[in-house]
């Protein structure tokens, strides 16, 4: 297993072919209290950086960004009640969507958590 | 992630938080710093640009604040907003031309809530209006101080003079517990027969020492709860808030759950509620313009206005409360049926009513409460029904009211 980052903030967990997306602790802390999170339909095909999920704060609605190509397998029923796991648990339990990867070589545009680590230090 | 491209113009992509807030000041220039700057940077402030200065949008989280300020006691920094005096032989009549208020009937120590029409009867701002006896104090926004300076310049006699306290910062001490708080501070009345800071009426104010520091507090907020703004000198702005911030019933609040606090009490927010193309009577705030100007006229706009008084105004300002979770934002289409009625000025998720609440115009054959209607966000159409404004019930302090 392994987790790759963008420079928008979202995390993706590949597995196989599949990958789990969710934003990042950095991200969820910037955007403050998540009251709703507007996950895509399952089956609901992407091309890398289309806007795919919608996470309501507080103050603002921001779009999530699907990070590689690829087609929604499953999406986080969790968060229809508690979307404030995105904000309690960004890492694992409050993540968005899976998605079955269209193209693995798109990973390669993607940082890893050490480069990311070192991207967010700087913002 | 970025902020959706409905809404709101974002400046800087990675101020996800704040674009509701951020207001048309869009001029690239490098934002000032005011009196508490450090001091809300020490507090876990993060700080964003707002109405050209450095300002803390949250400490804790927006829900957090906002809940705090609703049981117990909110310190807001709002030096950003502009404080001005005006004063001179014929100040009354000077500020009566611009402004809709009876200011002749305004008792010293006492406030009203204004406006700065244009001459169509447009809204340049909204603000609030203090007699301190020889001279009117106003509190305007932030983000429109320097047109309203240029505005009044331009439009007051030679005769008065307008003063901008722009060494001045401004707290607001906002929740039940605020008056409490206050009173234990040990204030002492500038003037002998002033009252104590916690007898004071809403929309009173009068003249204080800290430890032999001036303060001008008056009983007014923005959130719908009983509390004080309290205008300060700069160099005595941090050891006040600290000493504030002592108080266990105090925490400080970011502007975040300003927006979201003024939000639930129905309180209109200029530059998105309000703009030139507003008058007083589609917003629901026919109450600012006092009786005897009425009869009178003799304001910016009133061969408008008037009339709209008498007839009613097409389009109103109106609450509007969603099922769900989705929040409508500012921009979004209101639907009856499939007719166009109007948009969202102002919307978010309401951490008191745990909903999403919007305010916006909607012609005023659907502006009764209770009217079903529907808002387009992001192709959805959520549902959304009238309701009167505020959402949450004002806790202002009247005296001679049970406390």
Request: glycine share 10%.
């Amino acid at each position: 297993m392994s987790r790759y980052f963008t420079k928008e903030h979202e995390w993706i967990e590949i597995e196989g072919d599949v990958g789990t997306v969710g934003i990042s602790d950095y991200a969820q802390s910037q955007l403050g209290d998540i009251t709703f999170v507007e996950l895509p339909a399952v089956g609901a095909a992407f091309k890398q950086g289309d806007a795919a999920a919608v996470v309501d704060s507080v103050k603002a609605a921001s779009d999530v960004y699907v990070p590689v190509a690829g087609s929604v397998t499953e999406t986080n029923e969790a968060l229809e009640d508690q979307p404030e796991l995105v904000n309690t648990d960004p890492d694992t339990g409050g993540w968005l969507f899976r998605i079955k990867l269209a193209d693995l070589g798109e990973l390669s545009v993607l940082m890893d958590e050490a480069t990311y680590k070192a991207y967010i230090a700087e913002l | 992630m970025y902020p959706c491209a409905e809404g709101v113009p974002v400046t800087d992509p990675d101020i996800l938080l704040s674009p509701n807030i951020l207001q048309d000041d869009e001029d690239a220039q490098v934002p000032l710093t005011l009196p508490l700057d450090a001091w809300h940077r020490a507090a876990g402030g993060r700080m964003v640009e707002f109405a050209g200065y450095w300002m803390p949008v949250q400490y804790e989280g927006i829900i957090a604040e906002h809940l705090w300020t609703r049981t117990s006691a909110g310190l807001f920094d709002v030096s950003h907003m502009g404080q001005l005096e005006v004063s001179g032989e014929g100040a009354v009549a000077a500020l009566e031309a611009l402004l809709p208020a009876d200011l002749a009937g305004l008792q010293p120590g006492r406030l009203r809530y204004s406006l700065l029409l244009d001459e169509n009867g447009g809204i340049l701002d909204d603000l609030m209006v203090t007699s301190r006896g020889d001279h009117y104090f106003l509190v305007v926004n932030g983000a429109t101080k320097w047109d309203d300076i240029a505005h009044l310049r331009e439009h007051l006699p030679d005769a008065i003079t307008l003063n901008h306290l722009d060494e001045h910062g401004l707290l607001a001490l906002q929740g039940p517990k605020a008056a409490a708080v206050l009173d234990a501070m040990g204030l002492e009345p500038a003037f002998a027969g002033m009252v104590a800071v916690d007898e004071l009426g809403f929309m009173q104010a009068a003249a204080y020492f800290w430890q032999g520091r001036p303060l001008g507090i008056s009983r007014s907020g923005y959130t719908g709860e009983d509390g004080f703004e309290i205008s300060v000198r700069g160099e005595d702005i941090a050891a006040l808030a600290d000493a504030l911030c002592a108080a266990p019933e105090v925490k400080p609040i970011g502007l975040g759950a300003r927006d979201s606090l003024r939000l639930e009490a129905g309180l209109p927010l200029y530059g998105h509620d309000l703009s030139p193309e507003t008058d007083p009577v589609k917003a629901g705030l026919s109450f600012a313009i006092n009786k005897r100007r009425r009869s009178e006229g003799g304001f910016p706009g009133d061969g408008v206005i008037l009339p709209l008084l008498a007839d009613g105004a097409p389009v109103q300002r109106v609450g509007l409360a969603l099922t769900g979770r989705m929040a409508a934002r500012e921009g979004s289409k209101i639907y009856a049926a499939d007719q166009l009625v109007g948009h969202v000025t102002s919307g978010g998720f309401s951490p008191s009513i745990n909903h999403p609440i919007a305010m916006g115009y909607v012609a005023t054959a659907q502006a009764e409460p209770g009217t079903a209607l529907e808002i387009d966000v992001r192709g959805k159409r959520l549902a959304a029904q009238v309701v009167a404004l505020p959402f949450v019930p004002h806790r202002y302090f009247r005296k001679g009211a049970p406390r």
